[in-house]
């Protein structure tokens, strides 16, 4: 069965994928580049954060007492996964380095976004989270990788907030792990671990087709969804899963036809995957994209601008 979706942006003709994802997780439109928020969120004012904040599936979910979970070949705090749990006036406000450079001193108001997965509902309650963008969970240090700076934490607040979710877990008895790397995933038991932090690469994860299959590399897609399931499933009420493969879109961004190809393969195997360990006649499968890509429009125009 097909189903038609609508995750325009009120305030652009092209769409961002943290307003689209707001529209396909959340049944609410916003404005071009917030996450988590109605019309009356407006980018990069922190203020507005507060008063247009939507509830999504995940909360809908939690609420039901169902388990939840996501996967993603992005960063976590990346815009698709991040309108899943965080509202931001800016879908860049990933860690607070980018929040301060943005607000000043008003940065207080507001948290980043890797801080509302931590620490609110309903990112705290998660029981899976996979993915990458582990510089900003980590605090800015000089020198953690001379040769790529872009594997140094980017936090100025000095918090690792790794460790705090981990802290989090343990405080309420709980059985959790957390995992940087392939090998490390391969070992979790899902009937022991019913909450799993997985952070495999400072930024985004690899391309499928640049990946390090080894056993120090990064988890396939496939691998993580997996997992995820396998974790999820002992809930009694069921879960919410949402799978990204979010890296098909970086490689359309850069025109790389050879890398959206193998990515979108590498999503079909976490597709096939889900579908052999889950069950049809109660589980709900919905494969989609939150927008689409040059196809139909280049660029980002106003709304209003003739499409021709």
Not at 219 to 233: G, N
């Amino acid at each position: 069965m097909t189903y038609s979706q609508m995750t325009y942006n009120t305030d652009s003709q092209v769409g961002d994928s943290g307003a689209c994802a707001t529209a396909l997780l959340c049944g609410v439109k916003g404005r071009f580049e917030t996450v988590g928020l109605d019309d009356g969120g407006i980018y990069n004012r922190c203020d507005t954060s507060f008063t247009s904040r939507v509830y999504c599936l995940a909360d809908w979910a939690q609420t039901e007492g169902k388990s939840t979970g996501l996967v993603t070949t992005t960063r976590v705090t990346h815009a698709t996964p991040a309108a899943m749990y965080a509202h931001s006036a800016n879908r860049y406000w990933e860690s607070d380095d980018k929040l301060a450079k943005d607000v000043g001193d008003s940065k207080s108001d507001c948290k980043d976004i890797a801080r509302q997965l931590i620490e609110d509902n309903p990112g705290k309650n998660f029981n899976v989270i996979l993915g990458g963008g582990r510089r900003h969970f980590l605090p800015r240090r000089e020198h953690v990788d001379t040769k790529n700076q872009e594997n140094d934490g980017r936090r100025e607040d000095g918090r690792n907030l790794i460790e705090e979710w981990q802290r989090d877990k343990k405080s309420r008895g709980l059985s959790y792990k957390y995992v940087s790397r392939k090998r490390e995933l391969d070992k979790v038991d899902p009937v022991k671990v019913d909450y799993l932090l997985g952070l495999f690469n400072s930024g985004h994860m690899a391309y499928e087709s640049d990946r390090d299959k080894g056993i120090d590399g990064e988890p396939s897609i496939a691998k993580m969804t997996r997992k995820a399931i396998e974790i999820l499933r002992k809930n009694p009420r069921g879960y919410f899963l949402m799978v990204e493969g979010g890296r098909i879109d970086h490689s359309h961004h850069f025109n790389n036809a050879h890398r959206a190809l193998v990515d979108t393969l590498a999503f079909e195997e976490a597709v096939i995957a889900a579908l052999e360990i889950t069950r049809s006649d109660d589980t709900l499968m919905v494969v989609t994209s939150d927008h689409s890509h040059v196809f139909a429009f280049g660029g980002y125009p106003k709304r209003g601008n003739p499409i021709l």
